[in-house]
């Protein structure tokens, strides 16, 4: 490390930027534009990373920034005034965090390029399986699609839009995790099914245990670094934040979000994923929910008419192959009238 203050003018600027990104990195740690610019600055030359390396040690080592010159953000922040031993316990902590955090930033960026991404899409009514590298099988069901990245430590699957079922291999080093809108899901060796209708996830667990949590900040590099960082997102005034769910064989968990409407049944271990042998289960769920998954499963057109009805819950089973006979017969259970428009079959309020 340079400590000699006879620094020549071309260090000497560098080495001010140098505290210039230190500074703003810590004054704004939830840029993500922030944060890209400064990667894109620091990968470009040599001298850049060894003059933040420099600043971050001297930081570390003396809770000060040196040579800075007047005038600048880093020189504000490099003679500092004695602060209280409470803050300057509570300042160290932070400097710690966030030493750590760049650290498992580069560290994340150099493994990314080791990830194997690949993607998978259904068509409406199509249905599909996938094996992957580590012997990890999905089914997709139709029109639904996810992307699936395995690294090292991790298997990161993102489920972008409707139903997957998931028969996890076995990798206990290698966590298996399901990204479905605000949820994941968290498995070793196991097996279980997910859907996604606008909002709604449901999970349900065939065999072995799974872990339903909140969604930490959005998959990605930056994202997964910056939350370290952020303070946890604020619920509204009176709602508690959701709690980790574990589930086993024989279990099911919907989650409503963002009201994070919560309903936990058991349900049959031989009854997951019984979409794919054309039988449509659901335990009040929204018709809303219920007509998305009846199309994307079978390809069929149909519509609510508004909101209201899209909220009528319904419980039953609905047979892919006799959809319309289905749709024809919700009269006699909800207040709504059906009319075929077109290749569309409308649900419309009782008049």
Not at 207 to 218: A, F, I, K, T
Not at 323 to 350: H, K, S, Y
Request: proline share 6%.
């Amino acid at each position: 490390m340079n400590t000699d203050e006879s620094v020549s003018p071309v260090d000497s600027e560098r080495f001010e930027v140098a505290c210039d990104w230190f500074v703003r990195l810590r004054e704004q740690p939830e840029s993500q534009e922030l944060l890209r610019s400064w990667l894109e600055w620091y990968h470009r030359d040599e001298r850049n990373r060894a003059a933040f390396e420099e600043v971050r040690e001297l930081w570390c080592t003396t809770g000060v920034i040196q040579h800075a010159p007047p005038g600048t953000a880093a020189a504000a922040v490099s003679q500092p005034r004695r602060p209280q031993r409470s803050r300057t316990v509570l300042l160290a902590a932070t400097l710690a965090a966030l030493v750590i955090g760049i650290g498992l930033l580069l560290t994340a960026q150099r493994a990314a390029t080791d990830a194997e991404v690949r993607s998978f899409a259904t068509a409406p009514s199509e249905h599909r399986g996938f094996t992957l590298s580590d012997g990890s099988r999905i089914e997709l069901a139709g029109d639904s699609s996810v992307r699936t990245t395995l690294r090292a430590h991790i298997r990161d699957i993102e489920l972008l839009k409707g139903e997957a079922y998931f028969r996890v291999a076995h990798d206990k080093a290698r966590p298996f995790i399901v990204r479905a809108n605000a949820l994941h899901v968290r498995a070793v060796g196991t097996r279980f099914d997910v859907r996604t209708t606008g909002d709604r996830v449901v999970v349900a667990v065939e065999e072995g245990r799974v872990v339903v949590e909140p969604r930490p900040e959005s998959s990605g590099t930056v994202d997964s670094v910056l939350s370290l960082f952020r303070t946890p997102a604020r619920t509204k005034p009176g709602a508690e934040p959701m709690q980790p769910l574990n589930l086993g064989g024989g279990q099911e968990v919907a989650v409503g979000l963002p009201t994070q409407e919560l309903q936990l049944l058991p349900i049959e271990p031989a009854a997951v994923a019984s979409w794919r042998e054309g039988r449509l289960r659901f335990a009040r769920e929204p018709l809303g929910s219920v007509i998305a998954s009846v199309r994307a499963a079978t390809g069929r057109d149909i519509e609510v008419a508004n909101a209201e009805i899209g909220e009528l819950r319904f419980t039953g089973t609905v047979f892919s192959a006799r959809v319309d006979a289905w749709v024809e017969g919700l009269p006699a259970i909800f207040p709504v009238t059906v009319r075929q428009e077109g290749a569309t079959l409308m649900i419309t309020p009782r008049e």
